[in-house]
């Protein structure tokens, strides 16, 4: 409270009769998604913001107690919307985890792949959007034109733009086929130097820098305090990420760096996101390069993943197992236990806490919402700055209010 | 899945511990009063500084589950990457635990969201409202025993028109 005091120079600023209540959204523009914050105004100046959230509640968390691991695939597309791939990916490494399955190692880079273009495509709306929020409206567009690519590869890759739903129980949807690869190359090819496009058109733009720097400053230990993950925490000089501390799936094999900045301000996020987009391309290379042959899906004898069509009407495991796992009192067992695994999603730490009780639906699915907890540091960074700071800092958090709510 | 010497001086400073592993991931049930010391110490003197998660699992029809709530707080030690899950089992007489926002700020809106969805009270936190759901919800809707419908809740909710608004 100290250091807004100072800002206000009064005792307690909130309780001054002179301020102005603004509500900010529900519905607003700059929001992107329906979320509302009640800002107290001294002038321009924000003295309090209050986050007043739940409007896209739709408790994704209890329908995880009524369908089962592979079903709710489509609900996780529904969370992170901008990037359903990472948590689709998210789910399924979590099932995985508490179900004791081993993925082929083709699945693990598949997975990779599909994760790292979710990241540029999250990247690239956030950072896009934050422009567009700040008046680079060109800026946007550039990114939104990378994006589309994206969607097309996702398009051919398994059917779906936006809800994707790729990933399965022990395997994914569809082989990635050379077709995909080679629109996944023609994408890479052409992705840096749109990012250089991009940079050049604001990194150096007076007002776009006015507006970035020195505005929501988080530091190094306020970002741990506030239990902030992924570029909010790397911005501020938090070098965690998950891919580099626990590796799962196959980022072991990978050559990449970290990227970090030491500032913790609106245009630090935006750097390091920048810089993230340039490694994922470099992972998607290394990947689709290094692509292991074999199955995509563990075998029929797990029992754990459908098999495809041919081995259903040609082998009688096949048959058997496509009964098991599709009747409605049969399904695959997972343990009587409790497991919790992350990955590093676009937009921090994305986990799930799974209890499994011995059926094929989770006895209670728990999301770690990376934005639920970001948002949360909103109006400590926001105390103090003008209303206009409001959309910058909410830009560079990235909040997305489906998986803010869930 | 920690360091032995970390699990064993853990161990002998606190009592009424239980420890178990599953699929790499270390775990510790604490009962209620040792909770926030243990809590404490992992934080000062193990740095397990990062709170990744706090979450809350209603057992009510859980098999072999003796009590009715555990809490889940999962830890991480940012410097030798280990992970550490801290639970905390209650019963339905007496829902409250010792707030973690003293140590950590980002534990606000980790506490409000499970005294949202399961009513349990936070002991310190100072705002505990609910956060998801509107002020007038009385429920508490991932207890086991709430429906997944809902029990109409929705539908009574005030509609405000133009004039009232």
Redesign the interface.
């Known amino acids: 409270m100290a250091s807004l005091s100072e800002t206000v120079g009064v005792a307690d600023p909130t309780e001054q009769d002179y301020l102005w209540t603004l509500n900010f959204g529900p519905q607003h523009p700059a929001t992107h998604t329906t979320l509302r914050i009640v800002l107290k105004l001294d002038g321009e100046r924000v003295v309090d913001a209050i986050p007043d959230i739940g409007y896209l509640h739709s408790g994704f968390e209890k329908i995880g107690e009524h369908l089962d691991y592979n079903q709710y695939v489509t609900v996780t597309d529904r969370m992170n919307y901008i990037s359903p791939m990472a948590n689709n990916v998210a789910w399924h490494h979590a099932v995985e985890t508490l179900a004791g399955i081993e993925i082929t190692p083709r699945c693990k880079y598949v997975r990779v792949i599909v994760a790292e273009l979710a990241r540029i495509s999250d990247h690239l709306l956030s950072t896009g959007a934050m422009g567009l929020d700040v008046g680079a409206f060109t800026f946007f567009l550039y990114a939104f034109y990378m994006r589309e690519k994206i969607y097309d590869i996702f398009e051919t890759l398994c059917g779906a733009r936006f809800t994707n739903s790729y990933t399965r129980v022990g395997g994914v949807m569809h082989d990635i086929t050379p077709l995909v690869i080679e629109k996944i190359r023609s994408f890479l090819d052409e992705a840096p130097k749109t990012f250089g496009d991009m940079q050049r058109l604001v990194n150096r733009n007076r007002i776009f820098i006015d507006r970035m720097k020195g505005v929501g400053v988080l530091t190094q230990e306020e970002a741990v305090r506030y239990c902030a993950t992924g570029p909010v925490a790397r911005a501020s000089g938090v070098t965690r990420d998950l891919r580099k501390d626990e590796p799962y799936l196959a980022y072991e094999d990978f050559d990449f760096d970290v990227c970090c900045a030491r500032a913790g301000d609106c245009f630090a996020r935006y750097y390091v996101r920048m810089a993230e987009m340039l490694e994922s391309v470099s992972i998607v290379q290394q990947a689709l390069e290094n692509l292991p042959a074999g199955p995509i899906d563990v075998g029929p004898e797990d029992r754990m993943a459908l098999p495809t069509k041919e081995q259903v009407y040609q082998t009688i495991e096949g048959t058997i197992t496509h009964f098991e796992l599709t009747m409605s009192n049969r399904g695959f067992e997972v343990p009587n236990d409790e497991s919790y695994a992350a990955i590093e999603s676009p937009n921090g730490e994305l986990g799930f806490y799974l209890v499994g009780d011995g059926s094929d639906v989770a006895y209670r699915a728990r999301c770690r919402p990376p934005s639920f907890i970001h948002f949360s540091v909103f109006p400590y960074l926001i105390r103090g700055h003008t209303l206009s700071d409001v959309v910058a800092v909410l830009g560079s958090l990235n909040i997305i209010a489906a998986e803010l709510d869930r | 899945m920690i360091r032995p010497d970390v699990l064993d001086a853990m161990q002998d400073r606190f009592d009424g511990l239980q420890m178990s592993e599953?699929?790499g991931?270390s775990r510790v049930v604490v009962p209620r009063d040792g909770f926030l010391s243990l809590i404490h110490w992992l934080r000062d003197e193990q740095a397990f500084?990062?709170?990744?998660?706090i979450?809350c699992?209603?057992y009510q029809?859980?098999?072999?589950a003796r009590n009715r709530f555990g809490l889940?707080y999962?830890l991480s030690n940012?410097d030798t990457?280990e992970?550490l899950?801290v639970r905390v089992m209650l019963d339905e007489d007496d829902l409250v635990v010792p707030s973690l926002v003293p140590l950590?700020?980002?534990?606000?809106?980790?506490e409000r969201?499970v005294w949202d969805?399961f009513g349990v009270r936070f002991d310190g936190h100072p705002d505990l409202r609910?956060?998801?759901?509107?002020e007038a919800f009385t429920a508490f809707?991932?207890r086991k025993d709430?429906p997944?419908q809902g029990r109409g809740e929705r539908h009574n909710f005030p509609v405000i028109n133009r004039d009232q608004a």
């Open positions: 599953f699929r991931q500084t990062c709170l990744a998660d979450t699992v209603d029809a859980y098999r072999d889940v999962l940012l990457n992970r899950t950590w700020e980002g534990a606000d809106w980790l969201e969805m609910r956060i998801l759901l509107p809707p991932l709430y997944m």
